[in-house]
Every structure is written in structure tokens, then in C-alpha cells.
């Protein structure tokens, strides 16, 4: 089942498929080869019949760490030759499909945080439909350190999650939810010792996994059906603001400052 | 008993008389054969008394996703032009009786056009539209820029005709070439429903009614008025119109015999 794959782990047990980020070096940072390995992974979730329950985790110390931006770096600087890197492209082209399939993937999605999800990495755990944390994990809505717009759906899910004045906080701020915060504004739905946590996702996946999964597929339709035509307009939507952003003088000295390891200043602008 | 033949399945259940496309290995892309068994199917089914709605289908992966390019490909002007290959689609605009479609996945090209040759459109959530020809070199040509742009707009007509993108079922319902979305399971038995209660309504006003429909899109608007009152005065020398109004009015569900 993990054939060919080199950027995650599948692993599909008992109805459970396990999706493991897998890039530990790099806080499991999302790179062009990850979505596309991801999107494989997801299509077939959605296929599988014997699969009943999605959990998708970390390798190492990280959830997820987001977009590598290392490669984001790379292709800024290979696309410079004349024509500027359309980051709204890169939306569409690789993250959108991903938080569209985990949205309509008609089967429980569990999102087991095992450590710091930031940026799009947080986006895939907010597009799962159960998030069990770590006591170490937090939420870093990263995107405003590097200039850029919440994306990977974020706009749209972390707003259904934790309502708007929340939303809104962690967008600007870009400061780190710890676990226990994010339990108390129904985004985690447990926090548990970090020891504990295979354990826990295991049986909470294994209990999800022996439901009229028909009947969880079709609720999750329901539950959905009001957001899924608005979820593809806001993905759209942040692939064109994030065109825009992408082409500010902030964004470059934001990733700039990143990889430098020192604070980015902004000019606003 | 389903009558077999090559590329279509029909069907008779009461008083609907069902046309399935069937080329499942092509999405029943649409080539001369299958086309002409869906237009005898049709005559067959509305000349039949029987008969009071119709409904046209194909299956959970393709209404249809096109012509058959293949039959198309290496044909010259003269091939096309003897061919008349539209010419026929002319008869299905001439069939009196309502006539439904079932819509899931790929409705294309040739199959977007069929489709708006239909009365009611009954769409998968999962169902995609649009008219691609722009890709292979070609335009529509069995209707496409035409009942396109009556139905949604010069705007978005051009949208999906120059660009040849495809549209959600979603979005189709939103530009009216789509009556209902229900979920993909659905499709067909809400499709199947929906003929079953026009098999309940009066049959001539259903066909004067069809008849004044379409010809908003022929004529003026004084004229179409003109038309339907003419219609309408016309439904008052039928024994449904007497039943009709007289159960309305005895607050009881009425019976047509379709006189």
C-alpha cells in the first residue's frame, strides 16, 4: 500500500487508513510531492470500500509544518527570469484539491495533531472533521509572517470552527493556540497526554471504523452540504487574494527573513 | 421487459416510457447509431398512447460526454454537409410529450445539447456540463450556441463556449439550464418521480403547455401572449378541463382521461 510513496506513510489497518506525514527533517513541511502523493492518497480513501475511517498525523515532533518554503523559495527565484511565481497557481494546482477531497471524503477524517501545525498544515488538520491534539501541539496561522493570506481553506474552516473575533485573532496575530486553548474553542476535539495519543486516535479511529459508515458519509454530506458549494468558491476565492499577496514586497521580505532566521520587517505594502 | 438493442435500452414502467443511453465503455458518447435509436425511441414512445412522459437517461458516469469524435475526425466538408448528422435532431423538438432527463456525471458537448433539447433536467449533484468543441477545433453544432445562450445569457454563453471550461451542477442550476439537483443517488428515481406526477397531470394541457413553453423562445413576446391565450381557451373544449375544475371545486384529486 506505501509503494511508492516518499514523502508520506499509508498504512491501512482494520478499516483505518493512516496517512503520516512524512518529512520529519522538516516538521513534515508540504512540498509539491507531498500533494501529489496526498491527493493519491486521498482518492483512494475515498475509493477503498474496506476503508472506514481516515487518520492523518505527523512523523517526528510536527504535525505539519505547512508549505516548505525552502521550495517555495526555489521556484520564487526560478520563475523570476520574467515571469513572477503565481502563488494563486499553486493554490489551485495543488492545495485546493486536497482540502476539497478531505471535505467531501465521505467517511470520518480524524486529524491526530501530534505536534505544531502551522500555516496550510494547520488547513488540512482544520479540513479533518475530528482533530485529537497532543498537550504539546499548537494551531500557528503562520501565513502573516510571510506576507500571504490564510489559505488552504483556513478563511473558510477555522471561521466554522472557532467563529469569527477567534478567527480573525489568529489570522493577524499569527500567534501559536496551544492545545488546551484550542480544546476550550471546540477547535481540538480532546487534548491528550503526548503519550497518549496513538493510543487515543487508535481507539477513537477503531470506534469510527465500526459505524454504518454509509450513514457517517451521508451525515457528513448533511453536515457539509450548506458549506460545499461555498467551500470551492473560497478556495477559488484565496487562490485570487493569494495571487495578489503574493506579489507584495512584504511577501518577499517576509520568506526572506524566514529563511535568514531573523524578524521580517513590513513596510505594509 | 427492457427491448434491447445496441446503444440505447427502453424501457416501460406505467405510463413512462424511459430511453437509456447505452455506450458505457464511451460515456455514451453520442455517434450516428445511438442518436438515431434515441430519436425512433422517442417518435416510438410519442406516438404511443400509452405513453404520457418520457424520460431520457444515461448512466451514473455519463449523460453523454460528446459525439463520437471518432466517426467525426478525418470527415471532409462534403462528409459532414451529406451527413446532415444534425438535421435529424430537429425531430426531437417536433415530440408532443414532456420529455425528462436524468443527468448524472458528464453531460458534453453533443450530450449539453441533448440535454437542452429536454423539458425538465434532473442533475446528480455530481453531474458537469459544458460545451468543449472550442478544444477540438470546432463550435457546437446541434444547438449549443444557440439554446445555450436563450437559457443562460449572452455572458455566460460565451464563457463556456469560447473557453469550453466545465460548470458544477451547482453552478448549471444557477444559469437555468438545470431544474433540480438532488443528490447522485437520486438522480434517477427523482427523475422517474417527477414523470410519474406528470403522468398524473392532464395530458393535452401538458402538451399545449410544453408547446407554449417553447415557443418563448421562437417568437415575440406579443405573439407568444397571443399564442397561449389561443391555447388556453382552446384546454376549455376538453373533458380534463370540465374534471379538472369541477374536483377543484368538489375539493376532491381529479381523474384525467386525457379528452
Known amino acids: 500500500m506505501a509503494k511508492g ?31 501529489v502523493e496526498l491527493g493519491a492518497a486521498l482518492r483512494t480513501a ?27 523559495q526555489q521556484e520564487h527565484e526560478r520563475a523570476a527570469g520574467g515571469r513572477e511565481l503565481d502563488l494563486g497557481w499553486v493554490l489551485r494546482q495543488r492545495y485546493n484539491p486536497l482540502i476539497g477531497r478531505l471535505r467531501t471524503l465521505e467517511k470520518p477524517a480524524l486529524a491526530a495533531v501530534n505536534g505544531p501545525a502551522a500555516g496550510a498544515g494547520a488547513g488540512l488538520a482544520f479540513a479533518c472533521d475530528l482533530r485529537i491534539c497532543a498537550r504539546s501541539a499548537y494551531f500557528k496561522m503562520a501565513f502573516v509572517d510571510l506576507g500571504l493570506i490564510a489559505d488552504a481553506g483556513s478563511t473558510l474552516t477555522l471561521l466554522q470552527h472557532v467563529g469569527y473575533g477567534r478567527a480573525a485573532e489568529l489570522c493577524f496575530l499569527g500567534e501559536k493556540l496551544s492545545a488546551d486553548e484550542a480544546g476550550r474553542c471546540g477547535l481540538a476535539n480532546r487534548v ?24 457517517i458519509g451521508l451525515t457528513k454530506r448533511a453536515l457539509n452540504r450548506a458549506w460545499t458549494a461555498l467551500l470551492e468558491d473560497q478556495l477559488e476565492y484565496e487562490a485570487f487574494l493569494q495571487q495578489t499577496a503574493g506579489k507584495t514586497a512584504d511577501h518577499r521580505a517576509g520568506l526572506a527573513a524566514f529563511l535568514e532566521k531573523r524578524a521580517p520587517q513590513f513596510e505594509g505594502r | 421487459m427492457p427491448f434491447m438493442s445496441t446503444e440505447t435500452i427502453t424501457e ?50 455519463a449523460f453523454a460526454a460528446g459525439a463520437d469524435i471518432t466517426e467525426m475526425a478525418e470527415a471532409s466538408l462534403i462528409d459532414m454537409y451529406q451527413r446532415n448528422m444534425f438535421g435529424r435532431w430537429e425531430r426531437i423538438r417536433r415530440i408532443s410529450k414532456p420529455i425528462v432527463a436524468a443527468v448524472s456525471g458528464y453531460a458534453l458537448g453533443g450530450g449539453c445539447e441533448l440535454m437542452m433539447c429536454c423539458d425538465i433536467v434532473i442533475a446528480s449533484e455530481t453531474a458537469r456540463f459544458g460545451q468543449p468543441e472550442i478544444n477540438l477545433g470546432i463550435i457546437p453544432g446541434a444547438g449549443g450556441t444557440q439554446r445555450l445562450t436563450r437559457a443562460a445569457g449572452k455572458a455566460r454563453a460565451m464563457d463556456l463556449i469560447l473557453t469550453g471550461r466545465m460548470i458544477t451542477a451547482q453552478e448549471a442550476q444557477a444559469m ?8 447522485p443517488e437520486q ?25 407554449a413553453v417553447a415557443t418563448a423562445f421562437e417568437t415575440t ?23 379538472g375544475m369541477r374536483a377543484f371545486v368538489e375539493k376532491r384529486p381529479p381523474v384525467f382521461a386525457g379528452r
Open chain 2, 187 to 211: 438522480y434517477f428515481d427523482e427523475a422517474l418521480r417527477v414523470c410519474q406526477e406528470l403522468c398524473q397531470k392532464a395530458p393535452l394541457a401538458l402538451r399545449l403547455a410544453k408547446e
Open chain 1, 192 to 215: 491528550v497526554d503526548d503519550a497518549a495519543l496513538p493510543a487515543v486516535t487508535r481507539q477513537i479511529a477503531a470506534r469510527l471504523a465500526s459505524l454504518p459508515t454509509r450513514a
Open chain 2, 221 to 243: 413576446l406579443a405573439e407568444g401572449i397571443e399564442f397561449e391565450k389561443k391555447l388556453f381557451y382552446m384546454l376549455f373544449a376538453t373533458d380534463d378541463q370540465k374534471e
Open chain 2, 176 to 183: 437555468g439550464l438545470v431544474s433540480r439537483v438532488v443528490p
Open chain 1, 46 to 72: 475515498q475509493r477503498d470500500e474496506a476503508i472506514r475511517c481516515l487518520v492523518l498525523t505527523g512523523a517526528g515532533r510536527a504535525f505539519c509544518a505547512g508549505q516548505d518554503l525552502r521550495e517555495l
Open chain 2, 12 to 61: 416501460v414502467r406505467g405510463q413512462v416510457g424511459i430511453i437509456r443511453l447505452n455506450r458505457p465503455e464511451k460515456l455514451n458518447a453520442l455517434n450516428y447509431n445511438l442518436m438515431t435509436q434515441v430519436i425512433e425511441a422517442l417518435e416510438r414512445f410519442d406516438a404511443d398512447p400509452g405513453i404520457r412522459c418520457i424520460l431520457l437517461a444515461g448512466d451514473e458516469r
Open chain 1, 5 to 35: 510513496f516518499s514523502t508520506i506513510d499509508v498504512a491501512a489497518e482494520a478499516g483505518v487508513l493512516t496517512i503520516t506525514l512524512n518529512r520529519p527533517d522538516v516538521l513534515n513541511a508540504v512540498n509539491e510531492a507531498m500533494c
